[in-house]
């Protein structure tokens, strides 16, 4: 799963830090706008059948990679 | 009495946060002395007007019977879209009449009452948070204070609920409450410089040196106008998050630096933050979700610049029915439409991004393009253009 998310990120992003750097800060290093946001969700949607609502988490929740492999996981 | 402009409302602010005070510092709960506190001010704030405090009543009491109805209807039929839509609706509906009575100068002042405008947004997102099913309970005092606290009852920052709750019933340490207290008290100072200081100075050049005629006067008028608002409405902002601090509400923030923007997107989560991450997390995502979803553009970029200009369009009605409110709205969202385009499109831009130089170019033409806005919001655009033709 995580391989998977992972691969989603690089797409999104549109970097492959984010596989490298799993701690990196994808708002403050401007990896991820409010439009890539909306996207990850619903790929998480689709690959993963995890429903994360837009005003659910907090940005601040959601803006490493970790962070949002273990959103996801804890909704798995 | 007015909220935050009346000599009076600062006195009764510094009597009423002493209870408040010695509440925290021991650790007690402050939520049932602050709703009551909350209760007085809202009916001072409205003394003489008995219509108006019975139709803020009444929307109160609305809003609240829709997300008690909206629950058990959620919990019978589930995540099913045409209910939803139906109880999103009749919570907007208070709202949307006002407005459209407005453009009839609503002589009878039908559903006129202080801060209708933002207590929709606390009733709409209960609404939309049942949906999605992050919400499975409303508990009726947590309503009502949410809807009336009275720091930001006038004009926002516009709370969210599970984040207002959250706050309301977590023991907060002794040490951290003297400390966010005191970060109150100097919002509510730093504030009151803003607004009586700042604001009053950019607003008596505005006056002085901007009414004349020729592009000299309208230029003057554009930059201390746009210094004005911010400091206005920042200063606002502050003062109502510091006392929401005294009371043990940590009011998100509403403005970070926003003149220091180096785009229009970075200037939106600079600006009035409450209320376009509120845009955004309530209308922008779900708007592109469903476009991505159902494939309704061809490329992303123009599905994106669609949601843009929607989402801006909604925002500028929303400050009412006004062809420079919407003008307003529509201008930010093509520019937000046409830096996305840019950002994506252009080599140059991502060959330069993180230069120094260029990013100077971008914050010198953001800067004129927000004051630019300011400008048109102010209705002084429409009225010179109105005069030239």
């Given at each position: 799963?995580?391989?998977?998310?992972?691969?989603?990120?690089?797409?999104?992003?549109?970097?492959?830090?984010?596989?490298?750097?799993?701690?990196?800060?994808?708002?403050?290093?401007?990896?991820?706008?409010?439009?890539?946001?909306?996207?990850?969700?619903?790929?998480?949607?689709?690959?993963?059948?995890?429903?994360?609502?837009?005003?659910?988490?907090?940005?601040?929740?959601?803006?490493?990679?970790?962070?949002?492999?273990?959103?996801?996981?804890?909704?798995? | 009495m007015g909220l935050f402009t009346d000599f009076s409302f600062f006195v009764c602010v510094a009597i009423a946060a002493v209870p408040a005070y010695i509440l925290g510092i021991k650790e007690k709960p402050i939520k049932y002395y602050g709703f009551m506190v909350t209760i007085v001010f809202v009916l001072l704030a409205m003394w003489g007007?008995?219509?108006?405090l019975?139709?803020l009543?009444?929307?109160c009491?609305?809003?609240?019977?829709?997300?008690?109805?909206?629950?058990?209807?959620?919990?019978?039929?589930?995540?099913?879209?045409?209910?939803?839509?139906?109880?999103?609706?009749?919570?907007?509906?208070?709202?949307?009449?006002?407005?459209?009575?407005?453009?009839?100068?609503?002589?009878?002042?039908?559903?006129?009452?202080l801060g209708?405008?933002y207590m929709?947004?606390?009733?709409?997102?209960?609404?939309?948070?049942?949906?999605?099913?992050?919400?499975?309970?409303?508990s009726a005092f947590e309503f009502f204070y949410l809807m009336l606290f009275f720091p930001a009852i006038t004009s926002g920052p516009?709370d969210?609920?599970?984040r207002f709750s959250e706050d309301l019933n977590r023991v907060i340490p002794k040490a951290e409450y003297q400390e966010m207290f005191g970060t109150g008290l100097f919002k509510v100072c730093m504030g009151m410089f803003y607004k009586m200081v700042?604001?009053?100075?950019?607003?008596?050049?505005?006056?002085?040196?901007?009414?004349?005629?020729?592009?000299?006067?309208?230029?003057?008028?554009?930059?201390?106008?746009?210094?004005?608002?911010?400091?206005?409405?920042a200063g606002y902002s502050l003062m109502a998050i510091g006392v929401s601090y005294m009371f043990g509400i940590k009011t998100p923030e509403n403005?970070?630096?926003?003149?220091?923007?180096?785009?229009?997107?970075?200037?939106?989560?600079?600006?009035?933050?409450?209320?376009?991450?509120?845009?955004?997390?309530?209308?922008?995502?779900?708007?592109?979700?469903?476009?991505?979803?159902?494939?309704?553009?061809?490329?992303?970029?123009?599905?994106?610049?669609?949601?843009?200009?929607?989402?801006?369009?909604?925002?500028?009605?929303?400050?009412?029915?006004?062809?420079?409110?919407?003008?307003?709205?529509?201008?930010?969202?093509?520019?937000?439409?046409?830096?996305?385009?840019?950002?994506?499109?252009?080599?140059?831009?991502?060959?330069?991004?993180?230069?120094?130089?260029?990013?100077?170019?971008?914050?010198?033409?953001?800067?004129?393009?927000?004051?630019?806005?300011?400008?048109?919001?102010?209705?002084?655009?429409?009225?010179?253009?109105?005069?030239?033709?």
């Amino acid at each position: 799963m995580e391989e998977r998310l992972l691969d989603i990120l690089e797409d999104i992003c549109g970097d492959e830090i984010v596989k490298e750097n799993l701690d990196i800060n994808l708002v403050e290093e401007d990896l991820m706008d409010s439009l890539d946001y909306t996207e990850l969700l619903i790929a998480i949607e689709e690959n993963f059948n995890v429903v994360i609502a837009p005003s659910e988490v907090t940005r601040e929740q959601m803006d490493t990679p970790n962070k949002i492999i273990a959103q996801i996981k804890s909704r798995m | 009495m007015g909220l935050f402009t009346d000599f009076s409302f600062f006195v009764c602010v510094a009597i009423a946060a002493v209870p408040a005070y010695i509440l925290g510092i021991k650790e007690k709960p402050i939520k049932y002395y602050g709703f009551m506190v909350t209760i007085v001010f809202v009916l001072l704030a409205m003394w003489g007007k008995p219509v108006a405090l019975a139709y803020l009543f009444g929307f109160c009491v609305f809003e609240y019977a829709m997300s008690q109805i909206y629950l058990r209807v959620r919990v019978r039929f589930g995540r099913n879209a045409g209910w939803y839509y139906l109880f999103l609706t009749l919570s907007l509906i208070p709202l949307i009449g006002n407005k459209l009575l407005g453009l009839t100068g609503n002589p009878y002042h039908i559903l006129g009452f202080l801060g209708i405008s933002y207590m929709t947004f606390k009733g709409a997102q209960i609404i939309i948070e049942i949906y999605d099913g992050i919400i499975k309970e409303v508990s009726a005092f947590e309503f009502f204070y949410l809807m009336l606290f009275f720091p930001a009852i006038t004009s926002g920052p516009i709370d969210r609920s599970r984040r207002f709750s959250e706050d309301l019933n977590r023991v907060i340490p002794k040490a951290e409450y003297q400390e966010m207290f005191g970060t109150g008290l100097f919002k509510v100072c730093m504030g009151m410089f803003y607004k009586m200081v700042l604001a009053t100075s950019f607003y008596q050049a505005m006056l002085w040196l901007g009414y004349g005629s020729g592009l000299k006067s309208a230029l003057i008028y554009m930059y201390s106008y746009g210094f004005y608002l911010f400091f206005d409405f920042a200063g606002y902002s502050l003062m109502a998050i510091g006392v929401s601090y005294m009371f043990g509400i940590k009011t998100p923030e509403n403005f970070n630096k926003p003149f220091i923007s180096k785009d229009i997107k970075d200037f939106w989560d600079r600006w009035h933050i409450t209320l376009s991450h509120w845009f955004r997390d309530f209308i922008f995502s779900r708007l592109m979700m469903k476009f991505i979803k159902h494939k309704c553009f061809k490329s992303k970029l123009t599905g994106a610049s669609v949601g843009f200009i929607i989402n801006m369009g909604i925002m500028g009605l929303w400050h009412g029915l006004t062809s420079y409110y919407i003008l307003y709205g529509l201008y930010h969202g093509v520019l937000l439409a046409l830096t996305e385009i840019y950002q994506k499109k252009s080599k140059f831009y991502k060959k330069h991004k993180k230069e120094k130089w260029f990013i100077f170019i971008e914050w010198f033409i953001t800067f004129n393009l927000v004051m630019f806005g300011f400008f048109i919001f102010s209705g002084r655009f429409t009225e010179l253009m109105g005069r030239l033709i």
